[in-house]
């Protein structure tokens, strides 16, 4: 009987498992877009989670890894949403690194760039 009763709680933690590693918010769009070319003057970075996270760090560096000032605080909340304001982005490459935890206590860690082109001259 104990058997039993181990080989099944086996069964279930084996079924539970993969769908729990699964269960966790994943970034699923921001602003810029990842990759993305944006026009100078850039002021809110935003990131889109599939589920409610509390972003703990963030870390937004030039080509040259200066840390650029984010302004504001960073949200004490948990939200799907996240945005940050910076002084306007002058042309050149940007990474966005964050940290987050879940409500379940799990940490996530990641990261996305984008390049702010110079504006067109006048015609």
Excluded: C
Excluded at 71 to 84: D, N, Q, R, T, W
């Amino acid at each position: 009987m104990k058997l039993i009763r181990v080989t099944a709680l086996a069964a279930l933690l084996a079924i539970g498992l993969p769908f729990a590693a699964f269960a966790h918010a994943k970034l699923t769009a921001s602003v810029p877009k990842d990759g993305s070319t944006v026009p100078a003057g850039v002021t809110e970075i935003e990131l889109k989670f599939s589920d409610p996270l509390r972003i703990t760090v963030v870390h937004v560096t030039d080509a040259a890894q200066h840390e650029i000032a984010l302004k504001g605080e960073l949200p004490k909340s948990f939200a799907p949403i996240v945005k940050l304001n910076v002084d306007a982005l002058v042309p050149g490459s940007y990474k966005v690194s964050w940290t987050a935890v879940a409500d379940d206590g799990h940490v996530m860690k990641g990261s996305l760039g984008f390049t702010v082109k110079a504006k067109e001259p006048a015609k």
